[in-house]
């Protein structure tokens, strides 16, 4: 490590817990977190230490990067008032809901080899931990607490929170801390600046939910939020929960050679995750509300980085709040858990429109990352960000009218080399390769014009032809190796993955294509990619660990959940090859909400439509929404329910049980390869008609 990088980790040594401290408590053995005592040990048995062509790549970065330009870390330091005496905080289930010290390898002063230069730059500038103050007297943030920061606006008489973190221990400690030192205030209202969980679902850690209902506490967010913040993974849940846990790499240890950050914070809190429905909404382009003396302008910024987000503007102080729309990475257009591509044009279109409404900003934060101060300085980054949002979807278009296509884009997209020098429009989080296929995807669809892939053969049936027309494991083995050795990393996985698909049992294969896989995370600037070739490397060496179960959703986000969107995730749950030949009607009536359905089963398909009853139905269920709530989290069966008098049924049972008889229950632990899986996950907690969705990470993104 050179002088200006020693340097560099000087500069955040302030802004976060100190090294000393962090090693204090490790020795005395107080973190529950899976963490090496020797960082230069790699945590699987297996692991390899990263190779030649790895850090000649890592030494390339550092030569073409402006690692002299210490800015952020200056930044970053700004107005720290205090560093809690704590770095863990624990859940009210008795588990660690928050561990700063287990990322304390990072604090070391070392270069590791095993991450790229750029995100370990990220890393360290994530191990903020503290109370920040962003405008003087005014405008306050704890960050380090979980994946977002948590802001305190000093109103008239009490606290205006933006974006009460993931969980409720979390925002329950950081308003204690604020508290502490910077006088007691009551919390008046709460803004949710968009629809992902890490910007609500902690809300009852600071406020109580009667003061929202009788109007003593305002939540604002913008129009749509609550559709918005339940709708975007119930259909595809139990998917996304899966592929979430490789995007965020729940199977590495934090270590130099698995988990280091999650680009806009350094993980996500397990805690206790809530949702009170906003009792404001903002629905015009731009809305000025004064909350508590303190005025404000709301911008809202639909399709952007969250189906519905608003930035705001505090004109008296002239601090603009970025929400997740301008951080200090460029962000997903396509999250690899799994949601609608985003529209990168309109994103870049919304950061113009504050930059143009806005002119006269002297300061800008975020809820991630770290403020920056200065009109100029904040028009840097705005333009960076802004820029780049576009470039990327106008060039990509540009490039696929010229026949580039999906399966080519990212080996030939280029971001300009004066926005590649540009910290802020770094990929830590989003990842340019991943971005520029999805636009394309966004606009003309994942066919590449070529007939052979419109009907492909699934992998596990190409794999076996392409392994025999190589000449077996035999060839296919000593090239992969041969390859690995050459640092052409992937193209080893490219034959070691037909492989390995083919012959699941073929441990050798899986340890090579582990190899492959790992050095290509090593090497990874973003986090998110980074996190899923380490995962899968890990998964395929030892298998996905047994018991890995399905949580149910909260009852929060069950009460905020819409009958008809459980109506139609039971669709999805209904296995269609086992209501061959079922026929019926089934009336729902919810008297407390005054909701009627009609369900029906036709053509091995279930649907329902609001509104309507048939008279000569088969059955007909009633039931208040409330007692629903108590099916759909698994609390109670329809026949408890009926039991107590609390759900009638009408006319014939059969189709009820019909019904029930084709629904499956959904475990996250399906195997990315064969093979992988240790012991299937026994979803014994589950019932039938509950809901199985697990929010906590894929609205985290």
């Known amino acids: 490590m050179d002088l200006l990088e020693k340097s560099l980790i000087r500069t955040i040594g302030a802004a976060v817990v100190s090294v000393a401290a962090f090693f204090a408590q490790a020795a005395a053995g107080e973190s529950d977190t899976a963490v090496g005592a020797d960082a230069s040990q790699h945590f699987h048995r297996e692991g390899k230490v990263p190779s030649r062509f790895t850090v000649e790549l890592r030494n390339g970065v550092k030569r073409q990067l402006p690692f002299e330009d210490q800015r952020d870390f200056e930044e970053n330091k700004r107005g720290l008032i205090a560093v809690p005496p704590f770095q863990k905080i624990m859940a009210d289930a008795g588990n660690v809901a928050w561990d700063m010290q287990s990322y304390s390898f990072l604090l070391e002063g070392k270069d590791f080899d095993s991450i790229n230069p750029s995100l370990q730059r990220q890393a360290i500038l994530n191990m903020a931990y503290g109370l920040y103050e962003v405008v003087p007297g005014r405008i306050y943030q704890v960050r380090g607490f979980d994946l977002a920061n948590i802001t305190f606006i000093k109103g008239d008489t009490g606290w205006i929170v933006f974006d009460p973190l993931t969980a409720a221990e979390t925002a329950r400690a950081a308003l204690k801390f604020a508290n502490e030192k910077l006088g007691s205030r009551p919390v008046v209202a709460v803004i949710y600046s968009h629809s992902h969980i890490d910007h609500f679902g902690g809300v009852r850690g600071v406020v109580n939910e009667a003061d929202v209902q009788s109007g003593k506490v305002k939540i604002i967010a913008p129009e749509g939020f609550l559709q918005e913040a339940i709708s975007e993974n119930i259909f595809a849940g139990n998917a996304m929960t899966r592929r979430s ?18 680009a806009i914070g350094k993980n996500v809190a397990a805690g206790s995750v809530g949702l009170i ?70 994103w870049s279109k919304e950061i113009n429109k504050a930059l143009y409404n806005f002119p006269d900003m002297e300061v800008m934060f975020a809820s991630h990352s770290w403020p920056r101060w200065g009109n100029a300085r904040i028009q840097e980054v705005l333009r960076a960000q802004r820029d780049l949002y576009a470039n990327m979807n106008n060039q990509v278009l540009h490039l696929a009218n010229e026949g580039v296509t999906i399966n080519e884009v990212q080996n030939v997209y280029r971001v300009p080399p004066s926005l590649q020098r540009q910290w802020a429009a770094r990929s830590y989080h989003g990842s340019v390769e991943v971005n520029a296929r999805a636009i394309i995807n966004r606009f003309i669809g994942y066919w590449d014009g070529n007939p052979t892939t419109l009907i492909p053969l699934s992998p596990r049936d190409s794999a076996p032809l392409y392994v025999e027309m190589m000449g077996g494991a035999a060839k296919i083995i000593p090239k992969g190796r041969e390859l690995i050795g050459q640092g052409k990393y992937l193209q080893a996985s490219e034959i070691l993955n037909r492989l390995v698909l083919a012959e699941p049992s073929n441990q050798v294969a899986r340890n090579l294509l582990a190899d492959a896989f790992e050095q290509i995370g090593y090497q990874r600037e973003s986090s998110s990619v980074r996190n899923a070739f380490l995962n899968t490397a890990y998964e395929l060496r030892s298998g996905i660990p047994s018991g890995v179960a399905a949580s149910s959703t909260g009852p929060d986000v069950i009460r905020a959940m819409t009958t008809e969107q459980w109506l139609d995730y039971l669709a999805i749950s209904m296995d269609s090859r086992k209501a061959e030949g079922m026929k019926f009607t089934i009336n729902l009536i919810t008297p407390d909400t005054g909701e009627k359905f009609l369900i029906e089963m036709s053509n091995s398909t279930l649907t329902n439509i609001k509104g309507f009853q048939d008279p000569k139905a088969d059955l007909t269920i009633t039931l208040n929404r409330t007692d629903l709530n108590q099916v759909m989290m698994g609390s109670k069966s329809f026949e408890a329910l009926e039991a107590e008098g609390k759900a009638q049924f009408g006319g014939d049972r059969r189709p009820f049980e019909q019904l029930r008889s084709t629904l499956v229950q959904f475990t996250p632990d399906f195997e990315v390869f064969p093979g992988t899986r240790n012991a299937r996950a026994t979803p014994a907690a589950t019932k039938p008609f509950q809901m199985i969705v697990q929010p906590a990470i894929m609205f985290a993104d």
């Open 277 to 346: 429905p906003p009792n404001v909404s903002i629905t015009k382009d731009f809305e000025s509300l004064t909350v508590d003396g303190v005025k404000m302008i709301f911008q809202n910024t639909p399709d952007t980085e969250a189906p519905v987000e608003m930035n705001t503007y505090f004109p008296e102080w002239k601090a603009f709040w970025g929400a997740e729309n301008v951080t200090a990475t460029i962000h997903n257009i396509y999250t690899l858990r799994g949601a609608p591509v985003r529209n990168a044009l309109n």
């Open 245 to 262: 846990r490789i995007q965020y790499g729940t199977l590495l240890e934090r270590s130099p050679f698995g988990h280091v950050d999650q």
